[in-house]
């Protein structure tokens, strides 16, 4: 029952951060796509998560112990299948998000998979930091993390996971591969750095 429990939390933090991912999209068709504006909105996917208490990957990978990995692969499907809901939600939208998340995705794919994981580090990092101060109830770390994140161009496994299964299915099935190993470089990338602050401060930890 407790890996049910789990899974359903999770897929509602895939949907908190789908809903996110969908909105960020959606100020492409408004000439603001990649803003500040947009990305400060994209910290309500957070917030939500957060405030629920959900199980979000980049919300606990810098939380778990080293006999929690199957709990771990457990959150990230259901924040992928919750992604996989709003990106099908979205085909019904008028709002061009099939064609903004292939955008996105060219621009994933023409980074690499190499350096997009270890751009993903400093997602990972980030992302620790507004959880760790969020569950103290500090959510002003979460208005500058999230929107620092994606400013920098650091992927987030959660919402690429949305931005990719939003995308047009032939231009998906094309890359299919190559988006399979940028996608396990990303999630790689997001864990080391959700972990970097452990690592460094091993046995000296303050906050």
Partial sequence: MKAVT?????????????????GYLALYDKGLGGSLFGSCLF????????????KLFTGTAGFIN???????ALVL?????GCLLVALLSRLS???????????LSG??????????????????????????????????????????????FPHCVADAFYYLACPAQFL??????????????????????NLYRLIMIGEEKV
């Fill in 6 to 22: 789990t899974l359903k939390s999770a897929v509602l933090a895939g949907i908190a951060i789908g809903i996110a991912g969908f």
């Fill in 94 to 104: 008028p709002i061009h998000i099939q064609e903004n998340a292939e955008t996105v």
């Fill in 108 to 153: 994933r794919l023409a980074i690499g998979p190499w350096k997009a994981g270890l751009l993903a580090i400093g997602c990972g990092f980030l992302m620790t930091t507004a959880v760790t101060f969020g569950r103290k109830g500090q959510m002003l770390p979460t208005l500058f993390c999230v929107p620092m994140f994606i400013v920098c161009g």
């Fill in 173 to 194: 099935g094309a890359n299919v591969w190559s988006v399979l190993l940028l996608y396990v470089c990303i999630v790689l990338g997001n864990t080391l750095g959700c």
């Fill in 77 to 81: 499907l259901g924040n992928i299948i």
């Fill in 43 to 54: 910290a309500c996917g957070l917030i939500t998560v957060i405030m629920y208490k959900l």
């Fill in 66 to 72: 080293k006999g929690e990995v199957g709990h771990l």
